[in-house]
T-cell receptor, first 113, second 119 residues
Framework: GESVGLHLPTLSVQEGDNSIINCAYS??????FIWYKQESGKGPQFIID?????DKRQGQRVTVLLNKTVKHLSLQIAATQPGDSAVYFC????????????FGSGTRLQVQP | DARVTQTPRHKVTEMGQEVTMRCQPI?????VFWYRQTMMQGLELLAY????????DSGMPKDRFSAEMPDATLATLKIQPSEPRDSAVYFC?????????????????FGAGSRLTVL
């Protein structure tokens, strides 16, 4: 597997703390959003998604919040673990018809033991 | 687990050479995507197919890149001639498009990527 050493914003947290990763999107026509996690040497992996008619969705240890008013998406990770260290991307699906995801630039999460 | 398989994992070539990357999507998925990841541009969509038909290749340099799906189990991305600026990690992803309404069924599964270095 592969990844690239992107010069990304980095969030550093202590193991056990909660993490919040933010993402701003630009297109008000976006109707679907996904968070992906990319570990070193691997392709992006699905974490959680949310449709634009929702403002919150919870998974196992993860919660995604959507604020359409300010075009903001966040990923909250509870009780962050060393295995959560990765680059996190938000992706949006812009409108109808075109069913291809547009990815944000990513945030690197570093979990300190 | 079902997975998207990409080959080669690594490719080093000289400028001007032809490069072909291959992808085997997940069986039953009807949509295949090619993305390129670089330090400067992040993840960029190059092209995608639905039911083997190209739907969008606007992200792809047409003069040197070509993408095809010879059959439902194989997608190819070809660069001819390759240039140093093509150096990147190329990802294939597949998904099952169900309807015009976005849902979890539209989630993409990514392969491990092909790292291309053009000298």
């Amino acid at each position: 597997g592969e990844s690239v050493g992107l010069h990304l914003p980095t969030l550093s947290v202590q193991e056990g703390d909660n993490s919040i990763i933010n993402c701003a999107y630009s297109n008000s026509a976006s109707d679907y959003f996904i968070w992906y996690k990319q570990e070193s040497g691997k392709g992006p992996q699905f974490i959680i998604d949310i449709r634009s008619n929702m403002d919150k969705r919870q998974g196992q240890r993860v919660t995604v919040l959507l604020n359409k008013t300010v075009k903001h998406l966040s990923l909250q990770i509870a009780a962050t673990q060393p295995g959560d260290s990765a680059v996190y991307f938000c992706a949006e699906n812009i409108g109808t018809g075109r069913r291809a995801l547009t990815f944000g630039s990513g945030t690197r999460l570093q979990v300190q033991p | 687990d079902a997975r998207v398989t990409q080959t080669p994992r690594h490719k080093v070539t000289e400028m001007g050479q032809e490069v072909t990357m291959r992808c085997q999507p997940i069986l039953g998925h009807n949509t295949v995507f090619w993305y390129r990841q670089t330090m400067m541009q992040g993840l960029e969509l190059l092209a995608y197919f639905r039911n083997r038909a190209p739907l969008d290749d606007s992200g792809m340099p047409k003069d040197r890149f070509s993408a095809e799906m010879p059959d439902a189990t194989l997608a190819t991305l070809k660069i001819q001639p390759s240039e140093p600026r093509d150096s990147a990690v190329y990802f294939c992803a597949s998904g099952l498009f169900v309807s015009r309404v976005a849902s979890g069924a539209n989630v993409l599964t990514f392969g491990a990527g092909s790292r291309l270095t053009v000298l």
